[in-house]
């Protein structure tokens, strides 16, 4: 459990979450205040605040556009499928890991 003396928006969501967010409404959005840039077709994004810069992977760039706040990660899993062909478990299983990684480092907001 995160000390009290962290912000709460910096807390990413419990581990555990994670299996059930398929299943859930949760609808993953970017956060406002990062900079963010395509460089020779590689999204980079700039986070001032942790002083981080995070290059991220085409699969990685994709699902980063469709955090909007708008889609859940079912949705954006069966984009995903769609787009590169992979079957839907496959493509469940990489947006659920990918959206993690992104709480993980903050790039996204709470829920």
Request: charged share 25%; hydrophobic share 40%; glycine share 4%.
């Amino acid at each position: 459990m995160p000390s009290t003396s962290e912000p709460l928006d910096k807390i990413s969501p419990p581990v555990n979450l994670f299996p059930q967010i398929m299943h859930n409404r949760i609808c993953p959005k970017r956060r406002p205040d990062l900079s963010v840039r395509v460089i020779e077709g590689e999204t980079v994004v700039l986070d001032r605040q942790a002083g981080l810069i995070h290059q991220l992977n085409p699969t990685a760039s994709f699902i980063w556009e469709r955090c909007n706040g708008n889609a859940t990660v079912a949705d954006i899993a069966k984009e995903l499928s769609d787009a590169f062909g992979v079957d839907p478990e496959t493509a469940a299983q990489d947006v659920t890991a990918i959206v993690r990684q992104l709480y993980e480092l903050t790039l996204l907001e709470s829920w």
